[in-house]
């Protein structure tokens, strides 16, 4: 029996030691009271730290960079005071490396049994490829948005119900529509009548599953009545379970192209009189 607990209690270790490995994550142990604190063996790989160095509060904030400490010290001062946990993202010097890593800092009051706060408990994971993917999105959006909100051709989200999600300046002056206006409308309004069936019928296609995106000429009606001449590029983005989330359209103002093609027509016309 006692071989079988011992055995149980090892594998018990291993897992443990193996889950803060591939989770990059450590724990902690702080009494406030004695002025102690212990890691796990995933904290002293965060750190960088040898493992026979035993921290007390003060060492233990060491660790941080300057404005980080700050933020553990309100955090741990806050959950004595108040006896509510804490979730802070901070960062942390690796002590061999001198790199710095971003954190994530979790932490937990316990009571004695009088119910006062004589220790804490928590964890510490690195989530530095975390944080650098968030900024490689970041900035990939900014880019996005700044190729949307400047963009030469019209552009918007729409809708499986035909409705404007968002749109860009240039279909605004295209169209002659404020956002606030597109907003309250759906495409197929402004649509002129004669392309509105064979816009629908690749859009059905489109909701159906057959294809995801299509190109087309189009006449839009602007807010003056004159018509746009565009040519619709429109793609879907769809849910895991197939079902279409939003529409991405891109449309360009090809009027002078259509004009330029019935003048010439016009010319053909009159020469051949």
Excluded at 95 to 108: D, H, P, T, V, Y
Excluded at 116 to 143: A, N
Excluded at 224 to 243: I, K, P
């Amino acid at each position: 029996m006692l071989r079988k607990r011992e055995e149980a209690l090892r594998d018990s270790a291993f897992l443990l030691r193996e889950s803060q490995r591939i989770g990059q994550l450590g724990g902690w142990h702080a009494d406030p009271i004695r002025n102690t604190v212990m890691w796990t063996e995933g904290v002293y790989e965060i750190t960088e730290l040898p493992l026979d160095f035993r921290p007390d509060l003060e060492t233990a904030l060491d660790a941080y960079l300057p404005d980080s400490r700050e933020r553990v010290v309100a955090s741990l001062t806050g959950a004595i005071q108040t006896g509510k946990s804490f979730s802070i993202q901070v960062q942390v010097r690796g002590a061999q490396s001198g790199m710095n890593k971003w954190c994530e800092l979790r932490g937990f009051p316990h009571y004695d049994a009088e119910g006062r706060i004589d220790h804490l408990t928590g964890t510490l994971q690195d989530i530095s490829e975390r944080k650098q993917l968030e900024d490689v999105l970041r900035k990939s959006e900014q880019h996005f948005r700044t190729f949307f909100e400047r963009s030469m051709i019209g552009m918007a989200e729409t809708s499986p119900e035909k409705g404007w999600i968002e749109v860009n300046d240039r279909l605004c002056e295209m169209l002659g529509y404020s956002m606030d206006e597109l907003a309250r409308m759906s495409w197929a309004e402004i649509t002129h009548p004669d392309d509105l069936a064979a816009d629908v019928a690749q859009f059905n296609r489109v909701l159906a599953g057959e294809i995801d995106e299509y190109t087309l000429d189009k006449r839009f009606i602007h807010r003056d009545g004159h018509v746009v001449f565009t040519q619709l590029a429109l793609r879907c983005v769809r849910r895991e379970n197939g079902t279409v989330e939003y529409f991405v359209a891109l449309l360009d103002d090809i009027s002078w192209r259509k004009q330029a093609e019935i003048e010439l027509l016009q010319h053909r016309d009159h020469l051949e009189e």
